[in-house]
């Protein structure tokens, strides 16, 4: 098996990543890469922190189509934007979106993280949810299902985020038949769109989970069904740009995968390009 080197998923200094665009440019081209794709977390209008300032989204732009000219002929690069279903921006400038779902938005009008502090979240089940984190999974599945229904992104971003607090938190049995049905009823119609399920290995980078996003049980499932896939780091920082992939691809392989998709190491034929695993 040899790792095939290339991420659609790559946060940098423009919102909450640590690494400036052109340096992680140079990290992925020195490692090797076949092509990149930079995703900020796209403006929102609350947790300002997080994402591209409204006021630095043309820079964030310029900056990345000029790296994009830079590596021309070296390494493709490519603009993507990482869309939250809250956030205010159009996909319009962008060559391609992730779509994921970060927050809950409470009665009071103000919005709880999903994958901040387990303390945030627990917060939000037992003030919003009654206490039951069922019931917080379905609001979740709904909103990301009806989203990536709506949008049709190129990529569903990390499918079941919630596995990272619930490492911790242990809101609900994952293994149990009323999670895995409500899972697999939020993914089974994103397969009428043209999205790839992200294998996400950022968790893992981060120390809080063993295996990416999503579960394996939901990776049958949408080979079953004749889904693609994309193995993606979810870097914030570019020591980790292809962290967990091995083990990625080792999972996708054991789970009947022969192949998945990556952005194009050649442009001029298309932005996804299928390869062998
Ligand atoms: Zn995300
Ligand atoms: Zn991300």
């Not at 627990?122 to 989203?147: H, I, P, Q, T, W």
């Amino acid at each position: 098996m040899s790792v095939t080197l290339s991420s659609a998923h790559v946060h940098t200094t423009f919102c909450d990543g640590k690494t400036p665009a052109s340096e992680m440019a140079r990290a992925a081209y020195d490692r090797g890469f076949a092509s990149l794709g930079f995703t900020s977390h796209a403006p929102q209008t609350f947790d300002p922190g997080y994402c591209v300032p409204p006021e630095r989204e043309g820079e964030y732009i310029s900056q990345v189509r000029s790296l994009q000219a830079e590596y021309k002929g070296r390494m493709p690069i490519y603009l993507g934007i990482e869309r939250d279903y809250y956030s205010c921006a159009s996909p319009a400038p962008y060559d391609f979106i992730i779509a994921s779902v970060h927050y809950f938005l409470k009665p009071d009008g103000h919005h709880a993280p999903i994958d901040a502090t387990a303390e945030k979240l627990k917060a939000y089940v037992d003030d919003c949810c009654e206490g039951s984190g069922l019931d917080m999974a379905k609001r979740y599945f709904s909103m990301l299902r009806d989203y990536v229904l709506s949008c049709n992104p190129a990529i569903i971003g990390h499918f079941d985020l919630l596995r990272k607090n619930n490492a911790v938190l242990r809101l609900y049995d994952e293994d149990s038949a009323a999670y895995r049905a409500m899972a697999l009823d939020a993914l089974r119609p994103m397969r009428e769109t043209d999205a790839l399920l992200e294998v996400n290995t950022g968790a893992i980078a981060r120390g809080y989970l063993t295996t990416p996003y999503p579960a394996p049980f939901l990776l049958s499932a949408w080979k079953e069904w004749g889904g693609e896939v994309i193995i993606n780091s979810d870097c914030h920082n570019a020591s980790y740009l292809d962290t967990g992939y091995e083990d990625a691809e080792a999972l996708l392989l054991s789970l009947g995968y022969d192949h998945a998709v990556r952005l194009s190491p050649d442009p001029e034929k298309g932005l996804w390009e299928r390869y062998a695993l």
